[in-house]
């Protein structure tokens, strides 16, 4: 079946720095990736929507210039942090669409960012 | 916004047993699914049900549209079946899923 891998699993950084989250599908082609923050003990959140190739879009209230997403092949979108401030930190999942599969999506395993 | 509330919020049982989520929405929503969360945090697709009833294993779920809710039956509960069950809906045609709080679910050996 089809698999997004996401690295790091975890991350911590100091205040200040940035970090690149990694999410790649290892066995189809994604047109659309979405990347979620999730706090602890509540749902998720969408983040953005990245297609390959253009510009994120991204969801009200979302910094676009703290979280910068980049979707630069059909398998491999990256979300880098930057600035990085402790309330930065929290649960970060990726979820892939694959290309012409109704309703196909698949989560990356999140990466848990801790920002000291 | 649409309102998603799924019942009940925690929910603890031992294994063997049975149990229904609930998912109820304020209003229609498009492509309904069921997602469940591994204490690790991976998320995994149980279905895809906009209508109708489903069943994969001791898994089933059933969306009556018209009512608005879908409900996820478990049955002859695991620990491996431990979690947060999430229903979520898309907006429309762009595929953003909206997801519900969620039941954390806690199936005791």
């Known amino acids: 079946g089809a698999v997004v891998s996401q690295h790091p699993s975890r991350v911590i950084c100091k205040s200040g720095t940035s970090v690149k989250i990694e999410c790649r599908s290892l066995?189809?082609?994604?047109?659309?990736m979405f990347w979620y923050r999730q706090f602890p003990k509540q749902s998720l959140m969408l983040m953005a929507t990245?297609?390959?190739?253009?510009?994120?879009?991204?969801e009200q209230g979302v910094e676009k210039d703290k979280f910068l997403i980049n979707h630069a092949s059909l398998t491999l979108s990256t979300l880098t942090v930057t600035s990085a401030h402790p309330e930065d930190s929290s649960f970060y999942i990726c979820?892939?669409?694959?290309?012409?599969?109704?309703?196909?999506?698949?989560f990356g395993s999140g990466t848990r960012l801790t920002v000291v | 916004g649409i309102q998603v509330e799924q019942s009940p919020p925690d929910l603890i049982l031992q294994e063997g047993a049975n149990s229904t989520l609930r998912c109820n929405f304020s209003?229609?929503?498009?492509?309904l699914q069921w997602f469940h969360q591994n204490p690790w945090g991976q998320l995994i697709n149980l279905f895809y049900?906009?209508?109708g009833t489903k069943q994969n294993g001791r898994l089933s779920a059933t969306t009556v549209a018209t009512e608005r809710y879908s409900l996820l039956y478990i049955s002859s509960s695991q620990t491996t079946d431990s979690g947060v069950y999430f229903c979520?809906?898309?907006?429309?045609?762009?595929?953003?899923?909206?997801f519900g709080k969620g039941t954390l679910l806690t199936v005791n050996p």
């Open positions: 049900i906009p209508s």
């Open positions: 979820s892939a669409r694959e290309a012409g599969v109704f309703y196909g999506y698949t």
């Open positions: 990245s297609n390959e190739g253009s510009k994120a879009t991204y």
């Open positions: 979520a809906y898309d907006k429309g045609s762009n595929y953003k899923l909206t």
């Open positions: 209003d229609s929503v498009n492509n």
């Open positions: 066995d189809f082609q994604a047109t659309t």
